[in-house]
């Protein structure tokens, strides 16, 4: 059998000294906090994964205009392996009636005090790691992803 990793996506959003978040229920544990963050779809690439699930989470509209890292992290609780891909950019549109995605409890904005007072209510260590990657300036072009359908 072939060992495969979860691809996933997260976006660093930061907005007037405050980064988008969202708090969220996954699978009946208790509300965690995290990046607007999921996983690729067929059909889709890395980039364009990243955009729809911003807006599924938020109601925001995101455009990805950097890669900030590539994380490969194991959750301890089940053995998953994950290789996600982060990014930050700019939101360009909101819609406050949108319905966000199931377990998203709110998506809300806040400032890396608060992010690192709460690090306890993190859904895993990569939500600090991304954030403070992306605060040491860490930027790579995303022409360095090619997606070939």
């Not at 959750?75 to 819609?95: E, H, I, K, M, W």
Request: aromatic share 10%.
């Amino acid at each position: 059998m072939t060992w495969k990793p979860n691809v996933t996506v997260a976006a660093v959003i930061e907005q007037d000294d405050k980064y988008l978040l969202v708090e969220e229920i996954p699978r009946g544990t208790a509300i965690k906090l995290n990046q607007p963050a999921g996983h690729l779809e067929p059909g889709e690439s890395i980039i364009q994964a990243c955009s729809r699930e911003v807006l599924e989470e938020t109601g925001h509209s995101f455009l990805p205009e950097v890669l900030t890292g590539i994380y490969h992290w194991t959750c301890a609780s089940n053995g998953t392996t994950y290789l996600r891909f982060t990014f930050s950019g700019q939101v360009v549109s909101f819609d406050p009636d949108r319905k966000l995605d199931t377990g998203i409890v709110r998506a809300a904005w806040f400032s890396i005090d608060e992010i690192r007072a709460k690090q306890a209510m993190h859904r895993t260590p990569l939500v600090m790691q991304c954030i403070e990657d992306y605060h040491a300036g860490k930027r790579y072009p995303l022409d360095i992803l090619q997606y070939y359908d």
